[in-house]
């Protein structure tokens, strides 16, 4: 059983950073893919960024425009999503997700099969 669990959310004041971390546990975390999501109050859950197993990365370039970087370290299963300059549009539930099939489209939720509960991110004065 495949677990996922974010932390490092919190409230922070615009031009402020966060960094948010999901450890995984159960299943080859070192085969898979790795996204995060987020989802504000009353929208959609839509993709932030993707990282495969070897550490390459992808954006969504209108949400990160160079403001977000997501990495992972394999030995200890862990995937980050560092968060700086926020904005109060980035507030919403950051979610990890796993993704099995490295040629399933990355931004599309279906694609994951594994999601963490979510951390909550507030940026606002």
């Known amino acids: 059983q495949v677990q996922l669990v974010e932390s490092g959310g919190g409230l922070v004041q615009p031009g402020g950073s966060l960094r948010l971390s999901c450890a995984v546990s159960?299943?080859?975390?070192?085969?898979?893919?790795m996204g995060w999501f987020r989802q504000a109050p009353g929208k959609e859950r839509e993709f932030v960024a993707a990282?495969?197993?070897?550490?390459?990365?992808?954006y969504d370039g209108d949400i990160v425009k160079g403001r977000f970087t997501i990495s992972r370290d394999n030995a200890k299963n862990t995937v980050d999503l560092q968060m700086n300059s926020l904005k109060p549009e980035d507030t919403a539930v950051y979610y990890c997700a796993s993704r099995p099939k490295a040629t399933s489209p990355y931004k599309a939720t279906s694609s994951y099969n594994y999601w963490g509960q979510g951390t909550r991110v507030t940026v606002s004065s």
């Open positions: 159960g299943g080859t975390f070192s085969s898979h893919s």
């Open positions: 990282i495969t197993w070897s550490g390459l990365p992808s």
